[in-house]
């Protein structure tokens, strides 16, 4: 009896192996039934009205130009910059705008900083695509950091299209990134950002490996469009269902593209999966399980793992792209910078 079920476990294992061979040679798509996907029952009723909003309205526009991406840059800018001064409010910062060597950018201070933060310092980098977000609407982050988390944030204004395009978004944060190292040690300060500053922030560290500048002592890159060629199978089996970003033809794809303005977009600077990770500071990715990007941060997570690299991944139940970013009160987003927080804690010194 024992024989003969061993003959029949061998045989269904030999026919699943054939079978699992048989898809890789021929590279069949998996073909996947339409279905509705509920917003999970265990999120709080914040996160979940985010999660079950409908797809963003203007996911399929294809502004070709700088000029064309102004308005709606503009449009979105106004929604958000309403929102700014709640956000002050309830998480106890104060904002101050100033220029750091011509660079502009936001001086973002809690009411309290606690002691072990006194001398630190953190620098962020905005997300939207490279188009978006301009002004006080890429604050929510760097204010969400600075409230959970007790940090003092330096936010960069870089410049976006029309103003400017490749590689000027990187010049600045990087020149801010200089002038931040002259005046507070390099070891007690992190570099982080959501999405297009995901990838900044990846970036940023590659160019300060390239040019033998000081790196910071950690890093939390969200969700970072660390691949700006599509490749990643969440491309696929999210879209449509991220509905922040939508599709991987979507806006975003065509502001990438623009900032790009022509240049290879398998550079490590647009796409920094295909860097050099070796001696990067230890890194925290945040992403979800909706999201579009879920790809390109696991890839990148697993690249640092294979370069010796500290690096915890943190992913959010059924949030799409970016959402952690969304709203102050859920208590989703608080977990998710305190989880940042208590990683730079851990390696930025006192």
Same mark, same amino acid.
């Given at each position: ?13 030999? =026919?699943? =192996? ?39 309205? %203007? ?32 998480? !106890? ?21 606690? &002691? ?7 620098? !962020? ?15 929510p982050e760097a204010l969400f950091m600075a409230g959970f988390g007790h940090f003092k944030v330096i936010s960069v204004d870089y410049r976006m ?62 969700? &970072? ?12 089996? %999210? ?23 022509? !240049? ?85 010194? !006192?």
């Amino acid at each position: 009896m024992i024989g003969k079920m061993s003959i029949a476990i061998g045989a269904a294992l030999a =026919a699943l =192996a054939a079978g699992f061979a048989a898809a890789q040679q021929q590279g069949a798509p998996l073909q996947v039934p339409a279905k509705s996907v509920p917003v999970p029952a265990d999120v709080s009723p914040q996160m979940g009205k985010i999660i079950g909003l409908p797809l963003r309205a %203007n996911w399929d526009i294809h502004p070709k130009d700088g000029a064309a991406w102004k308005p709606v840059a503009e449009a979105g800018a106004e929604a958000l910059r309403k929102l700014v001064p709640g956000m002050i409010e309830r998480l !106890h910062v104060k904002v101050e705008r100033t220029t750091i060597d011509g660079v502009r950018a936001f001086i973002v201070t809690p009411d309290v900083v606690t &002691p072990e933060n006194r001398d630190r310092v953190l620098v !962020h980098v905005h997300g939207g695509c490279y188009v978006l977000n301009p002004g006080e609407a890429g604050l929510p982050e760097a204010l969400f950091m600075a409230g959970f988390g007790h940090f003092k944030v330096i936010s960069v204004d870089y410049r976006m299209p029309p103003e400017a395009v490749y590689p000027a978004a990187h010049d600045d944060a990087m020149t801010v990134w200089k002038a931040v190292t002259r005046t507070t040690d390099p070891r007690k300060t992190a570099i982080f950002g959501t999405s297009a500053g995901g990838a900044l922030t990846l970036a940023m560290v590659l160019r300060a490996k390239q040019e033998g500048l000081p790196l910071p002592a950690a890093i939390a890159p969200g969700t &970072p469009m660390s691949d700006t060629t599509k490749v990643g199978d969440s491309f696929v089996t %999210n879209a449509m269902l991220d509905n922040v970003l939508v599709s991987p033809d979507g806006f975003c794809d065509d502001g990438a593209k623009v900032y790009a303005d022509g !240049h290879d977009l398998k550079d490590p600077m647009l796409s920094p999966v295909y860097g050099d990770f070796t001696g990067f500071p230890p890194t925290i990715l945040t992403t979800g399980t909706r999201d579009l990007l879920l790809s390109n941060t696991v890839r990148v997570h697993r690249k640092l793992r294979e370069a010796g690299v500290e690096a915890f991944l943190q992913v959010g139940e059924g949030q799409s792209h970016a959402q952690y970013i969304r709203d102050d009160t859920a208590p989703e987003t608080r977990a998710v910078f305190e989880e940042i927080a208590h990683f730079f804690d851990t390696h930025l010194t !006192h």
